[in-house]
């Protein structure tokens, strides 16, 4: 019996295929992983089911009757929830009203009443939240549960969870794992989306593996290894960067000393964070998203001046000076969100050549044919697939990000800062960007990697920080660190002297 | 002292409808700019109606729908299309600035002396209760501003309606996936904001005054712009921002006629820059509805 079947199914942005012909059936009573790389299609199939997109074509049945899905109130009425990614929750709003949210019928709306029916919920499905309290007062896990009993609430009996763990820190993980199989042995299915393959092993029961927007296969989990499932992943047997064993480091490089920032609401940001980055070496930043990463950017990038503390960049004091004075004392940049690391109306040559301006000057007029040759001989050294004259906003994520790199790795930084410097790139750049960063590495510089995926922070870093509420809970050794470990100190629980 | 009470009830009257009005469609998401000339255009249809039926009720009937169309042209622009709020609120303005010239034009030429009507007379049934009688002495527009506070509360806090409102002006990503239509819920507040403004604006002639005049609602949608910020959207306190406008300018008109030997532009002056400053003060911790300006387009 099916609880689902998706037949057939297209999706195109534009020239982009999403879905090519995507076939996906899901069982009544089982965890059905839904695994692929970044941009291979996962999410937008699943937001078809959802009603969020609509197909070009294909069929959706449901219980193994043909429906309509055209809105998410579609697949509501047709028993089908979904916890996106990014939670669609209202943070104002109690969690009892985010619960109830178009989901009760009547004109009134007793505040007590609906506390108490979301209270008979939580208790009927064993998922624990409080509905007096606000949203926005709430821990990630917390909103997390809110949404999933959003779903339950409107009688879902297909569950799609996008990416759960993503925003958890491992010991959360375990709790939604254990969650998710008491629901299912109460007779929901699941669509768990997920690109990590010690995840999918642990709680599926079925995998279904998407490629670039196709259909690679579906295989039962006790049949398969994760070792397969990598190959049907990124289709071909090895992958990942080839590491040097650790070298020699120099001297330091950066040294951040007690830095700390408060902001205007009178919040700590950043608390008293000591750091030193040495030449030729990766220290990685890790940490769930959200606790102190943007601002620690921000602040050693100039973009916002700390409350306390000192930077040194190659015996420079660089705590509250400009950009740019940063860029020239040595350090080199990829913000956190590449967009705002270019302008998108530019071409790429400008773009290339927007942090070094001064070597382009020619009696305070820029030298077009300077920028053009520099531009060439830059998208080539660094595999960018565009023209200099091309905008950068028509470029894809991956060579946007090249475009960021080259710029800032063209000045020979001493000091090179990496921030989310592989988020939503697929493979290819993925392991592009890597590489790049590690012959940074080796040419001496001394790299500090901010990211909140451990797996690239535990395959690049040398020594590992991990922040967490601002606060950096310890420096470990690559060699020492085990996710469980990097896990504890994430969640704030154990700290590293 | 006691006048001045009753005064200042009065002068808060149009602010208070204008101003719950512009709360209902910021709450949904979208700042109403044309509030300023959704109010002129209820003043005007509001007296013209009364002008060729005699009825007074029929006028507020009359401004009350004409502000309702405008909110609906308002939500198709924003809502539907997408357009930049800021644009098409001022279109509305100048689009039904012009509407009311024109009409008025058409209608009443241009008259020597303004044509008039015999406006709404104050309430007597209190008036006799010892030394509260000339404070209730209102008209019953006013009466209703009162009333609708609270109602405006409980229709945002108590219904589920209310609480739609409220998702799609937070967030309506979140609230179209709990299977809410986004488009209605932000076209409804629409027009019911508009219905409010039209009738905060009728008040003017149709209470007050008894005659039209292009310059009669004089900032007063922009005052109410501000004073949902003073309020922090928030319909109760509405009330006191209405309360202190209206205050100031009650006293402004008393300070005049005392013969204080200064211009009288600086007196009528005195209530905008009271507001200027209270908001200042207030805006300090301003909740803006997240979504507010953000057009919502499911991808």
């Given at each position: 019996?099916?609880?689902?079947?998706?037949?057939?199914?297209?999706?195109?942005?534009?020239?982009?295929?999403?879905?090519?012909?995507?076939?996906?059936?899901?069982?009544?009573?089982?965890?059905?992983?839904?695994?692929?790389?970044?941009?291979?299609?996962?999410?937008?199939?699943?937001?078809?089911?959802?009603?969020?997109?609509?197909?070009?074509?294909?069929?959706?049945?449901?219980?193994?009757?043909?429906?309509?899905?055209?809105?998410?109130?579609?697949?509501?009425?047709?028993?089908?929830?979904?916890?996106?990614?990014?939670?669609?929750?209202?943070?104002?709003?109690?969690?009892?009203?985010?619960?109830?949210?178009?989901a009760?019928?009547?004109?009134?709306?007793?505040?007590?009443?609906?506390?108490?029916?979301?209270?008979?919920?939580?208790e009927?499905?064993?998922?624990?939240?409080?509905?007096?309290?606000?949203?926005?007062?709430?821990?990630?896990?917390?909103?997390?549960?809110?949404?999933?009993?959003?779903?339950?609430?409107?009688?879902?009996?297909?569950?799609?969870?996008?990416?759960?763990?993503?925003?958890?820190?491992?010991?959360?993980?375990?709790?939604?794992?254990?969650?998710?199989?008491?629901?299912?042995?109460?007779?929901?299915?699941?669509?768990?989306i997920?690109h990590?393959?010690?995840?999918?092993?642990?709680?599926?029961?079925?995998?279904?593996?998407?490629?670039?927007?196709?259909?690679?296969?579906?295989?039962?989990?006790?049949?398969?290894?994760?070792?397969?499932?990598?190959?049907?992943?990124?289709?071909?047997?090895?992958?990942?960067?080839?590491?040097?064993?650790?070298?020699?480091?120099?001297?330091?490089?950066?040294?951040?000393?007690?830095?700390?920032?408060?902001?205007?609401?009178g919040?700590?940001?950043?608390?008293?964070?000591?750091?030193?980055?040495r030449?030729?070496?990766?220290?990685?930043?890790?940490?769930?998203?959200?606790?102190?990463?943007?601002?620690?950017?921000?602040?050693?990038?100039?973009?916002?001046?700390?409350?306390?503390?000192?930077?040194?960049?190659?015996?420079?004091?660089?705590?509250?000076?400009?950009?740019?004075?940063?860029?020239?004392?040595?350090?080199?940049?990829?913000?956190?969100?590449?967009h705002?690391?270019?302008?998108?109306?530019?071409?790429?040559?400008?773009?290339?050549?927007?942090?070094?301006?001064?070597?382009?000057?020619?009696?305070?007029?820029?030298?077009?044919?300077?920028?053009?040759?520099?531009?060439?001989?830059?998208?080539?050294?660094?595999?960018?697939?565009?023209?200099?004259?091309?905008?950068?906003?028509?470029?894809?994520?991956?060579?946007?990000?090249?475009?960021?790199?080259?710029?800032?790795?063209?000045?020979?930084?001493s000091?090179?800062?990496?921030?989310?410097?592989?988020?939503?790139?697929?493979?290819?750049?993925?392991?592009?960007?890597?590489?790049?960063?590690?012959?940074?590495?080796?040419?001496?510089?001394?790299?500090?990697?901010?990211?909140?995926?451990?797996?690239?922070?535990?395959?690049?870093?040398?020594?590992?920080?991990?922040?967490?509420?601002?606060?950096i809970?310890?420096?470990?050794?690559?060699?020492?660190?085990?996710?469980?470990?990097?896990?504890?100190?994430?969640?704030?629980?154990?700290?590293?002297? | 002292?006691?006048?001045?009470?009753?005064?200042?009830?009065?002068?808060?009257?149009?602010?208070?409808?204008?101003?719950?009005?512009?709360?209902?469609?910021?709450?949904?998401?979208?700042?109403?700019l044309?509030?300023?000339?959704?109010?002129?255009?209820?003043?005007?249809?509001?007296?013209?109606?009364?002008?060729?039926?005699?009825?007074?009720?029929?006028g507020?009937?009359?401004?009350?729908?004409?502000?309702?169309?405008?909110?609906?042209?308002?939500?198709i622009?924003?809502?539907?299309?997408?357009?930049?709020?800021?644009?098409?609120?001022?279109?509305?303005?100048?689009?039904?600035?012009?509407?009311?010239?024109y009409?008025f034009?058409?209608?009443?030429?241009?008259?020597?002396?303004?044509?008039?009507?015999?406006?709404?007379?104050?309430?007597?049934?209190?008036?006799?209760?010892n030394?509260?009688g000339?404070?209730?002495?209102?008209?019953?527009?006013?009466?209703?501003?009162?009333?609708?506070?609270?109602?405006?509360?409980?229709?945002?806090?108590?219904?589920?309606f209310?609480?739609?409102?409220?998702?799609?002006?937070?967030?309506?990503?979140?609230?179209?996936?709990?299977?809410?239509?986004?488009y209605?819920?932000?076209?409804?507040?629409?027009?019911?904001?508009?219905?409010?403004?039209?009738?905060?604006?009728?008040?003017?002639?149709?209470?007050?005054?008894?005659?039209?005049?292009?310059?009669?609602?004089?900032?007063?949608?922009?005052?109410?712009?501000?004073?949902?910020?003073?309020?922090?959207?928030?319909?109760?306190?509405?009330?006191?921002?209405?309360?202190?406008?209206?205050?100031?300018?009650?006293?402004?008109?008393?300070?005049?006629?005392?013969?204080?030997?200064?211009?009288?532009?600086?007196?009528?002056?005195?209530?905008?820059v009271?507001?200027?400053?209270?908001?200042?003060?207030?805006?300090?911790?301003?909740?803006?509805?997240?979504?507010?300006?953000?057009?919502?387009?499911?991808?």
């Amino acid at each position: 019996m099916n609880a689902v079947q998706m037949l057939n199914i297209t999706k195109k942005f534009g020239d982009l295929v999403a879905n090519d012909n995507v076939n996906f059936d899901l069982r009544k009573g089982e965890i059905h992983a839904l695994l692929g790389e970044n941009g291979a299609g996962k999410t937008t199939l699943m937001r078809i089911l959802y009603g969020l997109y609509r197909a070009d074509s294909g069929e959706i049945w449901i219980n193994d009757q043909p429906v309509q899905i055209n809105s998410p109130r579609d697949a509501i009425n047709n028993g089908v929830g979904m916890v996106t990614q990014h939670f669609t929750l209202v943070p104002p709003l109690s969690v009892a009203e985010n619960i109830v949210l178009g989901a009760v019928k009547g004109f009134t709306l007793n505040p007590k009443e609906i506390e108490k029916s979301v209270a008979e919920a939580s208790e009927e499905y064993g998922i624990t939240v409080k509905p007096s309290a606000l949203v926005r007062h709430l821990s990630v896990g917390e909103r997390q549960r809110v949404e999933i009993l959003k779903a339950l609430y409107r009688r879902a009996n297909v569950l799609i969870m996008d990416e759960p763990t993503a925003v958890l820190v491992p010991q959360e993980v375990d709790g939604l794992f254990n969650s998710l199989k008491q629901l299912v042995e109460k007779g929901l299915s699941v669509i768990f989306i997920s690109h990590k393959l010690n995840e999918v092993m642990a709680i599926c029961d079925r995998v279904t593996v998407l490629r670039g927007g196709r259909l690679v296969g579906t295989v039962e989990r006790a049949g398969t290894s994760e070792k397969d499932l990598a190959v049907m992943m990124v289709g071909r047997e090895t992958f990942g960067v080839e590491r040097q064993g650790i070298k020699e480091t120099g001297d330091p490089v950066l040294t951040v000393d007690h830095l700390s920032l408060t902001d205007e609401q009178g919040i700590d940001k950043l608390k008293d964070i000591t750091l030193e980055v040495r030449h030729g070496e990766v220290l990685g930043v890790a940490g769930v998203s959200g606790n102190g990463q943007a601002e620690l950017v921000k602040v050693l990038t100039g973009l916002q001046k700390p409350t306390n503390g000192q930077i040194i960049l190659n015996a420079i004091d660089i705590a509250g000076a400009s950009p740019s004075a940063i860029t020239i004392a040595g350090m080199g940049r990829t913000p956190e969100d590449r967009h705002a690391g270019v302008v998108g109306e530019l071409t790429v040559e400008e773009n290339l050549a927007l942090e070094s301006l001064e070597i382009y000057l020619n009696r305070g007029v820029l030298d077009r044919k300077k920028i053009r040759k520099q531009a060439i001989e830059m998208i080539a050294d660094y595999n960018i697939k565009a023209s200099p004259e091309d905008k950068v906003r028509t470029l894809s994520g991956g060579n946007m990000q090249k475009v960021v790199m080259a710029r800032s790795l063209s000045r020979n930084p001493s000091c090179v800062l990496a921030a989310q410097p592989t988020r939503g790139l697929d493979v290819g750049a993925t392991e592009y960007v890597r590489g790049k960063l590690l012959e940074q590495r080796d040419r001496g510089a001394g790299v500090l990697l901010i990211s909140e995926d451990l797996e690239e922070i535990m395959e690049l870093a040398d020594r590992i920080a991990v922040i967490y509420e601002g606060r950096i809970m310890g420096v470990i050794p690559a060699a020492e660190a085990t996710e469980e470990s990097l896990g504890l100190m994430m969640a704030g629980v154990t700290e590293h002297n | 002292m006691i006048g001045l009470i009753a005064a200042t009830l009065r002068v808060a009257t149009p602010l208070i409808f204008g101003t719950l009005g512009e709360l209902f469609s910021e709450r949904a998401g979208i700042l109403n700019l044309g509030i300023e000339g959704i109010m002129l255009l209820g003043a005007f249809v509001g007296f013209a109606t009364t002008y060729s039926t005699g009825s007074l009720w029929l006028g507020v009937l009359a401004a009350c729908i004409v502000g309702i169309m405008a909110g609906l042209l308002m939500a198709i622009m924003t809502v539907y299309f997408g357009v930049n709020q800021h644009v098409s609120g001022l279109g509305i303005t100048l689009f039904c600035t012009g509407l009311a010239y024109y009409a008025f034009r058409v209608i009443f030429g241009t008259p020597a002396n303004p044509p008039q009507i015999q406006p709404f007379m104050q309430t007597e049934f209190l008036a006799d209760v010892n030394i509260l009688g000339p404070i209730l002495r209102q008209y019953p527009l006013t009466y209703y501003a009162m009333l609708l506070v609270p109602v405006v509360w409980w229709v945002l806090y108590r219904t589920n309606f209310g609480l739609n409102i409220r998702a799609v002006g937070e967030n309506p990503e979140a609230a179209d996936a709990a299977g809410i239509n986004v488009y209605r819920v932000r076209t409804i507040s629409l027009m019911i904001a508009g219905g409010f403004m039209g009738v905060g604006g009728a008040f003017l002639t149709l209470s007050t005054l008894g005659f039209f005049t292009f310059d009669i609602i004089a900032g007063r949608g922009w005052v109410c712009i501000a004073l949902v910020i003073f309020a922090n959207w928030n319909p109760i306190r509405v009330l006191w921002g209405a309360f202190i406008f209206g205050g100031v300018s009650a006293l402004q008109l008393r300070l005049q006629l005392t013969g204080i030997n200064l211009p009288y532009e600086l007196f009528l002056a005195l209530p905008y820059v009271v507001t200027i400053i209270a908001l200042t003060i207030a805006n300090r911790n301003a909740a803006y509805p997240a979504a507010l300006l953000k057009p919502y387009k499911r991808e």
